[in-house]
């Protein structure tokens, strides 16, 4: 195949993804990359917390379904992104204070997303549990890991995602796991302990990869650390700070040398979309014209 997803699958890979939503789906130009490069979708904010259940028990799926009909009618796979996340959460969440009512309302949000999304794609991703680490490995204080005193929510998320989904594949994700660093040790724990119980409840794990200019030294020993887990690794976010050439091809090659790196998503198409669009990050430039790095990465992946 031609284009980034179909010479990344000719690799034996399973895609290469952009995140996107409405804001991006509807320019054009935009589109026409998307359909022609990508092979997946990950919801860059409608299916967050915010978006999706912003008052208890009250769903609005305007946003993610407006993502995952353009998914289905153009051919693409969809990456839930996120179900369980400190961040773009919505205060009568944050301010639970038991435990009973938490699981609940866990249980609950994450049965309406991926009951609704269930089987409607081969393949559905369903991204579960986000940016739950410190730097130093320890688990972040947020409310799920205070209510819960400790990680056991974990537990109480993936199992829910399992039972609503049992055909979902359920990845844990995070950022700065960019070298074999003490964050990167404390996921690849929680995920032994987690599974370790007898039941595989995660089924992969995702480093989000938001690198900066020459920030790539540490990424091929990171993957292989996150491989030992034995689940599949994928790059969920990755852009890289004034995208040159040899940071992009780094990655590449970091994941097509690694047999259980399944995935590379890219944070976006053009600068011009970018969270971080005044360092340059992406793949095409404010114009949507191919930059040297998207020619670099398509050489990688001859
Ligand atoms: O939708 C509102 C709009 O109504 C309002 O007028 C406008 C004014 O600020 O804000 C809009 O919401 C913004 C939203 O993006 C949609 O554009 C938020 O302010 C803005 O904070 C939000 O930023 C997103 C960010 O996550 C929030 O944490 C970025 O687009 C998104 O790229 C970024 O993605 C995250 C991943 O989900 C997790 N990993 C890190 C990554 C980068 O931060």
């Known amino acids: 195949g031609s284009g980034l997803n179909g010479k990344f699958v000719a690799k034996g890979k399973k895609f290469w993804g952009s995140a996107a939503d409405s804001n991006t789906l509807n320019i054009a130009s935009n589109a026409n990359i998307l359909k022609a490069e990508i092979g997946a979708l990950t919801p860059e904010n409608s299916m967050k917390w915010d978006s999706t259940e912003s008052s208890r028990g009250s769903f609005n799926y305007g946003g993610s379904d407006a993502l995952v009909n353009w998914a289905t009618s153009n051919g693409k796979l969809v990456r839930g992104h996120t179900f369980v996340w400190h961040s773009q959460l919505p205060s009568w969440v944050s301010s639970i204070g038991d435990r009973t009512t938490l699981t609940t309302v866990i249980q609950n949000h994450i049965n309406g997303l991926a009951g609704r999304y269930k089987g409607k794609i081969y393949g559905t991703l369903l991204l579960s549990i986000n940016e739950m680490f410190n730097e130093d490995g320890a688990i972040r204080s947020s409310v799920f890991s205070n209510v819960f005193g400790g990680d056991s929510f974990v537990n109480v998320a993936f199992q829910a995602a399992r039972a609503a989904d049992p055909n979902a594949i359920l990845y844990i994700n995070d950022y700065n796991l960019d070298s074999n660093n003490a964050k990167l040790q404390g996921l690849v724990r929680l995920v032994n302990k987690v599974n370790g119980g007898g039941t595989r409840l995660i089924d992969g794990v995702g480093t989000q990869m938001h690198l900066q200019q020459g920030g ?4 091929a020993a990171a ?17 890289i700070v004034g ?3 040899n940071d992009y091809t780094a990655v590449v090659r970091a994941c097509l040398n690694q047999p259980r790196c399944v995935s590379i998503t890219s944070w976006g198409i053009s600068d011009t979309n970018s969270w971080r669009a005044s360092s340059s990050p992406l793949l095409w430039d404010t114009s949507y ?3 040297a790095a998207y020619n670099a990465v398509i050489s990688a992946l001859a």
């Not at 996150?226 to 690794?233: F, I, R, S």
């Open 216 to 219: 790539t030294g540490g990424v």
């Open 223 to 239: 993957i292989n650390a996150l491989a030992a887990t034995g689940l599949d690794v994928a790059v969920t976010e990755l852009d």
């Open 243 to 245: 995208a040159q050439s």
């Open 289 to 291: 014209r191919p930059k």
